[in-house]
């Protein structure tokens, strides 16, 4: 339990714990919850609580169908009617930013900062003299 509360705050464990419905857990391990006892879908209180995954809680986790939920966007959850996974749909890539496998332009200093040569093909724009 100490661990769960390591990332989450105290009132979120006391609101799931009072007040919370379970509604159903993703792929990635969250987990959802809605406002036991609401009269419309459209006011209810809806949150998730993230897996410990045992570093940065990380919201990119949460998949498009859960996401719709939880923005009140869909009336039911995911776990009562999935969603159809389009062809176009890619797998989930976790967040590289800020790691040795993020993305670094040509030129950029880690790198080796070095940038192909100008091509001669730019041609800077001037105003019309009036």
Do not use: C
Request: aromatic share 14%.
């Amino acid at each position: 339990m100490f661990a769960w509360l390591s990332w989450n705050r105290l009132g979120t464990w006391l609101r799931t714990r009072r007040r919370g419905e379970f509604v159903g857990e993703d792929e990635f391990g969250n987990r959802y919850y809605r406002e036991r006892g609401a009269r419309d879908w459209r006011q209810e209180r809806r949150w998730v609580v993230y897996a410990d995954s045992g570093g940065e809680i990380e919201p990119s986790t949460v998949p498009p169908g859960w996401h719709a939920w939880l923005h009140h966007t869909l009336e039911h959850p995911p776990s009562e009617r999935p969603l159809v996974r389009k062809r176009f749909e890619k797998p989930y890539v976790p967040n590289l930013s800020g790691t040795p496998e993020a993305w670094l332009p040509p030129g950029h200093l880690l790198r080796g900062g070095k940038r192909p040569p100008a091509t001669g093909d730019y041609e800077p724009w001037r105003p019309e003299s009036a």
